[in-house]
């Protein structure tokens, strides 16, 4: 199995980014157990600040994986395009948010993403990624 992690705007600076928040480990450490958790899933991972890209990177690599795993960040708040890329690319898309985005600013409360994925993981830190891929495994 191959599933693409994309992460989005400012999650390639976890370990220093709000650590009271995100932690302090970056997520290429994480990646790494992840990869050591699951020897049999080929993790393939992308991180973009701009909406476009993730777009593009959605839209690009989705013939390649069976699955995808998205942190989106803010623009899980705010990208339509994003949503509809979900949407047409035909592929099963978890929505991961390592805070708890609904012990947060109002703003955060709802995912426009969200609606477009096979669900949501919220406020487990890191372990969310693990527990996405865990369960895109069990789907197949």
Avoid: W
Wanted: net charge negative; aromatic share 6%.
């Amino acid at each position: 199995m191959r599933i693409l992690i994309i992460n989005g705007p400012n999650l390639d600076l976890l370990g220093t980014r709000e650590p009271h928040i995100y932690g302090h480990r970056s997520f290429e450490d994480h990646l790494e157990e992840l990869r050591a958790a699951f020897p049999k899933v080929d993790l393939a991972y992308f991180q973009a600040n701009e909406e476009g890209v993730i777009v593009r990177a959605l839209r690009d690599h989705s013939g390649a994986v069976d699955a995808i795993i998205l942190n989106a960040g803010g623009y899980s708040h705010t990208s339509v395009a994003i949503h509809d890329t979900i949407r047409v690319i035909g592929k099963p898309v978890v929505e991961v948010h390592i805070s708890n985005i609904h012990a947060r600013e109002p703003f955060r409360h709802h995912t426009i993403t969200g609606a477009a994925c096979v669900g949501i993981i919220t406020g487990f830190g890191l372990e969310g990624y693990r527990m996405a891929v865990d369960h895109l495994v069990r789907r197949t």
